[in-house]
């Protein structure tokens, strides 16, 4: 059994598609075919459930699917250990982090690239919901997670770095004074956020705990245009106060009884962490100031 048996493999059953694997492979249909066939044989099981629709795992193959990670991550590892050693960190690194710490990642990045010039660094977008599959699954070696009404997910490791309250903006016109009671802010028509974002979901939980509705006139997926509507005096709307402080324009309020809080999470596999995750993750923790970093 090779790696490179394991490597296509693996990349058919995250596509679940040969056509999309080859693509991704850069390799001819055929070769992918003929190597999961010949890995098949080699096994005596069936990995996958092949019809003209679709494919799909077999439940040998799901078993086989986790295991074959293990060993790519291994493998990986015993790599860079290699290469560690005689040219200094090398390989790469792949991770997800919310937009509000962008500031910390340019500052972290242009650290680690002085210093290990020789690693690659990959920055993805993931959904919040998929994004503890990704690192359980180790397509992600460490990405920041907030929580909402989520809890920290099973099989990965996690740690808290961010816990802050949330504040109020309001219109520039609207004379809001510098504290605001929940009750009052629930008059104001509402910017909120999608349901799946985690501060939608603080927000919704802190609303429901003081016994108040609200009247939610937009439901947006991006900070700044929630920003850019409550400037247009459309209505109020509730942001991390560090995220508050990015945006000007508007009347910022703090919340008086009812505050949402908004929970930030980094989450990384669990098992051994390759030296370029470990430092460009120990570089990261170091950018976050004293009161995020706990």
Same mark, same amino acid.
């Given at each position: 059994? /090779? ?10 059953? %995250? ?7 080859a ?14 066939s010949?890995? /098949? ?16 795992l ?17 493998? %990986? ?23 509000v ?82 009750? /009052? ?25 003081a ?16 920003? %850019? ?6 209505? #109020?709307?509730?942001?991390? #106060? ?9 009347? @910022? ?10 929970n @930030? @999470? ?29």
């Open positions: 059994m /090779e790696l490179r048996q394991l490597h296509y493999f693996t990349v058919v059953a %995250e596509e679940l598609s040969f056509t999309q694997a693509r991704r492979l850069h390799v001819a249909q055929s070769s992918v075919s003929t190597t999961i010949a890995l /098949e044989r080699e096994l005596k099981v069936m990995l996958f459930v092949r019809s003209t629709q679709k494919v799909s077999t439940e040998e193959g799901v078993h086989f699917l986790r295991g074959s990670r293990e060993v790519l991550s291994a493998a %990986e590892q015993a790599r860079e250990d290699a290469q560690a050693a005689k040219y200094g960190l090398a390989g790469r690194v792949r991770i997800a982090i919310i937009p710490l962008l500031r910390r990642v340019v500052g972290m990045a242009s650290q680690f690239h002085k210093v290990y010039p020789n690693v690659l660094l990959s920055l993805v977008e993931v959904d919040a919901d998929g994004v503890a599959e990704a690192v359980a699954q180790r397509n992600l070696d460490f990405a920041t997670l907030p929580l909402g009404s989520r809890t920290t997910p099973a099989g990965v490791m996690s740690r808290s770095i961010l816990r802050e309250e949330c504040v109020a903006i309001l219109p520039p016109d609207s004379g809001a004074p510098p504290e605001i009671s929940l009750a /009052e802010l629930a008059e104001y028509g509402f910017i909120d956020f999608i349901p799946s974002w985690a501060l939608r979901q603080s927000v919704d939980s802190t609303f429901r705990a016994r108040l509705t609200r009247n939610t006139r937009f439901e947006v997926s991006d900070a700044p245009v929630a920003v %850019e509507l409550v400037k247009a005096g459309l209505g #109020a709307s509730i942001l991390p #106060a560090s995220v508050a402080t990015l945006f000007s324009g508007v009347r @910022v309020s703090r919340i008086a009884d009812y505050r949402p809080e908004w @930030v @999470v980094l989450i990384w596999p669990k098992g051994p962490m390759r030296p370029a995750v470990r430092e460009l993750m120990s570089i990261f923790l170091r950018s976050l100031p004293a009161a995020e970093n706990r």
